[in-house]
RNA sequence: GCGCGGUUAGCUCAGUUGGUAGAGCAACCCGUUUACACCGGGAAGGUCGCAGGUUCGAGUCCUGCACCGCGCACCA
C-alpha cells in the first residue's frame, strides 16, 4: 500500500480538503513573491479590485477570483516573481447607501445625526463585513499576498491620495467651481456624470403662453423664474424680434418682464422653436446663460421642494405641484394645448432611480481633457491592451468627449476633503496641514470644507498608491502591473481613471492588459437581483459541490465580455469531473505499485502517439493561456482529461499491464499523463490536484510553484 | 438619434488568417469489464436571425434589414 493513499477509496471530498490545503499555502509562505523558489527575475503583478466591504462575497467577485486566480497560479508555475495584491474598498457612496438602508430599517435616519458617530457606525460596519469579505475571498482558494493587503481607508493610501490632489491643484488641473451638478434629493448629494442613469419615461408636453410665443416644456414646476426667451438667430418666424429686446406679459403669478435672447443651440425643428430657460437647473440652459452672461435663480431647493420665487407653490414639493401649477395656468387660460404620452429620457439617480435635479453648486473639478489626451495616446499606441478589444473603443470615445470630473460628494463615508473655503468670495483653497486660516484671495474667513472625494478619485490611483508610490520598493519592483482584471461596467468609472491618473503621476501607463469579464447572471440569463429573488450565493455552490467545481464551470465556455449565465446544473457536471480525477489517480496509482519512472522511456507506437498528443496539447494551451483564452483551456484539458486519459489511455493500459505487454510504457504514461495533467490543471481547480499531487510518491514539493512544462 | 455587443443542436455557449459545423448539460438506446453509476458504449439532433454581394468555396469578409441586451455630453 506504500504508493496507495486510504482517501482515495472514498469519493473526493472538497470539504475535508479545501481549508486544510488552504492553510497549507498560506503557510507555505508561496503567496509572498519574496518568499518564491528559485531566482525569479521577472515580476508579474496583478492588483486586485478591492471588493466591497458592504456585504458578502456574489457571483461577480467568485468570478474575479476565479480568472485572477487562474493567470496568477499560471505566471507563478512559468516561474515569474508573481505578486497578486489583495485590497477591501470602503466603497463610499455605494456602502453609505447600504448603510442607510439598514438605518431605514431601524427607524432612524442619517440626517440629523452626528456626522463623526455616523463615520464610526459605517467604519463598524465595515470593518466587520471586511473579516466576512476576507475569509470568503480565501473560500475561492485565491492565492494572493495577504501580508501586502490594502484597505482604501490605510493612512498611507490617504497620504499619497492627499498628495496628488495638491499637486493637481497646483497643476490647475483641479479647481473650484460654481457649476450644474447633478443633485440626487434623496441622497443629498451631487454625482459625476457617471452616477446619472437615463431613463426613458412618458410625460405630458405641455405647450404654454408666453406673451406672444407658445413655449413647449415637459417641467412646467421650473417655469417660475423663466424670464428669457430664447429662439434661434435664423428662425424667420421670429425675426422681428431683436437680440436683448424687452417684452412685458403676464406670466403665471402676475406681470414680469421677459428679454428676447437669440442663441443657435435652438433647435428650430422643436415645439414652435422657442423656449424660456431655467440656468439653475438644467445643463442646456445653463450654457446658454453663461455664453450670454443671464442671471441664475434657484427655484428649486435641495429636498425638491419649490422656493419663495413660487408664491403660492412655495414649500410644495415639484412631484405635487406640477399639476396645480398647469391648473392654474388653464385658469389664467396660459396653455395652449397638452401633448399626451411624450417620450422623452430623464436622468436618474443611478442607485434610487429619483430624477436627478441640475443645481449650481460649488464644487471641486477635475479637469479633464489634459489628463484624456494622455491616455488617449497610450492607448491608441497599444501600449495598453484591451480584451476583449472593443472595450478600446468604447473607451477612446469616452476619453474623446470627457466632461469635467465632479469630486466633492455631500456624504460622510469617505475620504474628506483637505481645504478651506473662504466664506466671502468662494475661493477654495488645498490645505493638507491645516493651517489656512484666511482666505488667500480675499482675506475673507474660511471653513472647513466638509465633503469627501468621490471614491473613485482614490481609487482611480489604486495601483500606484497600494504599492507605495513613489519610494517603495515594491513599486519599483511591481509597477507598472501586468493585467487589470475587474467587472466590465467598471471600464470608465475606474479603469479609465487609473489610466490617466497613473500616467499623471508617474508617468507610465498602471498596467499593459485590460482583461473585461461580463455580468454574471442567473441560469436563465437574467440579471441577479434581490428584489427578484434570483440571486445565487458562490458559497451556497462551492459548499454543495466544491471550489474546484465552482471555478472551473466559471470559466468553460466563458469568453470575455460576455455575460454568463451559472447554472446549478454546469457546476455539478464539474464536481463529477473532480472526481474523475481522483478515481483515474486512484488507478493510476495502484498499477504502479513499486513502478519507477525509468529514466529513458521508451514507448511502444500507440503510447508513443499519446504522449506525443499530450506534449502538442500542452503546447495548444500554453499558446491560449497566454492570450487570456482560459475558458479554451479549460474545456480542452477537460476533455482530454476525460475522454483521451481516461477513456482511452486508461482503457488501453488494463490489457497491457494484466497481460504483462508492453506493461512498463503503459505505466509510464500512465504516471507521466497524470502528473502533466495534475499541473495544466492545477491554475483552474487548484484544490483537487494539490491534494492528488501530495499523494504522489516522487514529488515533494507543492503543486503551487511545480514547474509549468514549456 | 448615435455607438457597442449578440442572434449557431431542446438549454448554455465555443468556433483563432474563409476550406465538409463543435463541447457541456438535457433527452434516447444499450451495458456492471483492475478506477469511477459522481460510470462506460452507441445513436440522434443545426437551410449557423433574414436578404443581397465578394469568392472555386462564407457561420467566418462586405452591404442592408429584423429582433434582443447594453452604453452615450445640449431636443426644451
Redesign the pocket.
Known amino acids: 500500500m506504500s504508493y496507495m493513499n486510504e482517501k482515495l477509496l472514498k469519493?473526493?471530498d472538497p470539504k475535508n480538503t479545501e481549508e486544510r490545503i488552504y492553510k497549507l499555502w498560506e503557510e507555505s509562505g508561496f503567496f509572498n513573491p519574496d518568499n518564491l523558489p528559485g531566482e525569479r527575475k521577472e515580476a508579474f503583478t496583478i492588483i486586485m479590485p478591492p471588493a466591497n466591504a458592504n456585504g458578502s462575497l456574489h457571483a461577480g467577485h467568485g468570478l474575479v477570483m476565479t480568472i485572477e486566480d487562474i493567470i496568477v497560479r499560471y505566471k507563478r508555475m512559468q516561474g515569474f516573481k508573481t505578486l497578486w495584491l489583495p485590497g477591501l474598498d470602503h466603497a463610499g457612496f455605494e456602502t453609505q447607501v447600504v448603510y442607510e438602508k439598514q438605518l431605514e430599517k431601524e427607524g432612524r435616519t442619517r440626517f440629523g445625526m452626528d456626522p463623526e458617530l455616523l463615520y464610526k457606525e459605517i467604519l463598524n460596519f465595515t470593518l466587520t463585513n471586511s473579516a466576512n469579505i476576507k475569509s470568503q475571498i480565501k473560500q475561492m482558494g485565491a492565492s494572493c499576498d495577504w501580508s501586502r493587503e490594502k484597505f482604501t481607508l490605510d493612512d498611507d493610501i490617504i497620504k499619497i491620495v492627499y498628495q496628488t490632489f495638491k499637486r493637481m491643484y497646483a497643476d490647475d488641473l483641479i479647481y473650484r467651481g460654481n457649476r450644474i451638478v447633478s443633485w440626487c434629493s434623496k441622497h443629498q448629494t451631487s454625482f459625476s456624470?457617471?452616477e446619472?442613469?437615463?431613463e426613458e419615461r412618458m410625460d405630458s408636453?405641455y405647450y404654454l403662453k408666453y406673451g406672444p410665443f407658445v413655449?413647449?416644456?415637459?417641467?412646467p414646476e421650473t417655469k417660475f423664474g423663466d424670464k428669457y426667451v430664447v429662439m434661434h438667430p435664423d428662425d424667420k418666424r421670429y425675426q422681428d424680434y431683436q437680440d436683448g429686446q424687452k417684452i412685458d406679459l403676464e406670466w403665471i403669478n402676475g406681470p414680469i418682464t421677459a428679454t428676447i435672447i437669440k442663441d443657435e443651440?435652438?433647435?428650430?425643428?422643436?415645439?414652435?422653436?422657442?423656449?424660456?430657460i431655467t440656468p439653475w437647473h438644467d445643463?442646456?440652459d445653463f450654457?446658454i446663460a453663461e455664453r450670454h452672461k443671464l442671471d441664475k435663480e434657484q427655484i428649486i431647493d435641495e429636498f425638491g421642494k419649490l422656493l419663495p420665487v413660487a408664491g403660492e407653490f412655495a414649500g410644495q414639493h415639484i412631484k405635487k405641484a406640477r399639476a396645480l401649477i398647469i391648473e392654474k395656468l388653464q385658469t389664467k387660460g396660459l396653455v395652449e394645448k397638452i401633448e399626451e404620452n411624450y417620450k422623452?429620457?430623464v436622468?436618474t439617480c443611478y442607485k434610487c432611480g429619483t430624477v436627478i435635479e441640475p443645481q449650481i453648486k460649488s464644487q471641486w473639478f477635475v479637469r479633464m481633457k489634459p489628463l484624456a489626451e494622455k491616455a488617449l495616446e497610450k492607448i491608441n499606441s497599444e501600449e495598453i491592451k484591451y480584451i476583449p478589444e472593443?472595450y478600446k473603443?468604447?473607451t477612446t470615445?469616452?476619453l474623446e468627449?470627457i466632461?469635467d470630473w465632479n469630486i466633492s460628494r455631500q456624504i460622510v463615508w469617505g475620504i474628506p476633503i483637505p481645504a478651506k473655503i473662504c466664506t466671502k468670495c468662494g475661493h477654495g483653497m488645498v490645505d493638507l496641514e491645516n493651517k489656512i486660516t484666511k482666505c488667500t484671495s480675499c482675506s475673507g474667513e474660511v471653513i472647513k470644507d466638509n465633503d469627501t472625494f468621490d471614491t473613485w478619485f482614490s481609487s482611480g490611483q489604486w495601483p500606484y498608491v497600494v504599492l507605495g508610490y513613489p519610494d517603495n520598493k515594491d513599486f519599483k519592483t511591481f509597477y507598472p502591473t501586468n493585467v487589470m482584471e475587474t467587472a466590465g461596467?467598471l471600464v470608465f468609472f475606474w479603469v479609465a481613471r487609473m489610466i490617466m491618473l497613473g500616467i499623471y503621476i508617474t508617468d507610465k501607463i498602471p498596467f499593459k492588459t485590460i482583461y473585461m469579464h461580463g455580468m454574471v447572471?442567473d441560469?436563465?440569463?437574467q440579471?441577479m437581483s434581490k428584489s427578484k429573488g434570483n440571486v445565487i450565493n458562490p458559497l451556497t455552490l462551492t459548499e454543495k459541490y466544491g471550489t474546484d467545481a465552482f471555478r472551473i464551470g466559471m470559466v468553460v465556455?466563458?469568453?470575455p465580455?460576455?455575460?454568463?449565465?451559472l447554472?446549478e446544473?454546469?457546476i455539478r457536471?464539474y464536481?463529477?469531473f473532480?472526481?474523475?480525477i481522483w478515481?483515474?489517480t486512484?488507478?493510476v496509482l495502484?498499477?504502479t505499485k513499486d513502478f519507477i519512472v525509468p529514466e529513458v522511456i521508451e514507448y511502444d507506437e500507440e503510447d508513443k502517439k499519446s504522449d506525443e498528443e499530450l506534449k502538442a496539447l500542452m503546447q495548444e494551451i500554453t499558446k491560449e493561456m497566454d492570450e487570456y483564452k482560459f475558458?479554451?483551456v479549460a474545456?480542452k484539458l477537460?476533455?482530454y482529461f476525460?475522454?483521451t486519459f481516461?477513456?482511452v489511455v486508461?482503457?488501453r493500459s488494463?490489457?497491457k499491464?494484466?497481460e504483462n505487454q508492453n506493461a512498463n510504457s503503459a505505466k509510464t504514461l500512465l504516471y507521466t499523463q497524470l502528473t502533466t495533467l495534475l499541473v495544466a490543471l492545477h491554475p483552474f481547480i487548484p484544490f483537487v490536484t494539490e491534494e492528488i499531487w501530495s499523494m504522489l510518491p516522487d514529488k515533494k514539493n507543492l503543486l503551487l510553484v511545480e514547474k509549468w512544462p514549456s
Open positions: 469519493p473526493y456624470d457617471l446619472i442613469k437615463d408636453l413655449i413647449a416644456t415637459s417641467r443651440a435652438i433647435d428650430m425643428e422643436f415645439g414652435t422653436g422657442v423656449m424660456t445643463n442646456a450654457e422623452h429620457v436622468r472593443h473603443k468604447i470615445y469616452w468627449n466632461m461596467d447572471l441560469a436563465k440569463g440579471k465556455g466563458n469568453t465580455g460576455t455575460s454568463l449565465s447554472s446544473d454546469k457536471g464536481k463529477n473532480a472526481n474523475k478515481n483515474a486512484r488507478f495502484d498499477n475558458y479554451i474545456e477537460y476533455h476525460w475522454h481516461a477513456d486508461i482503457e488494463k490489457k499491464i494484466l
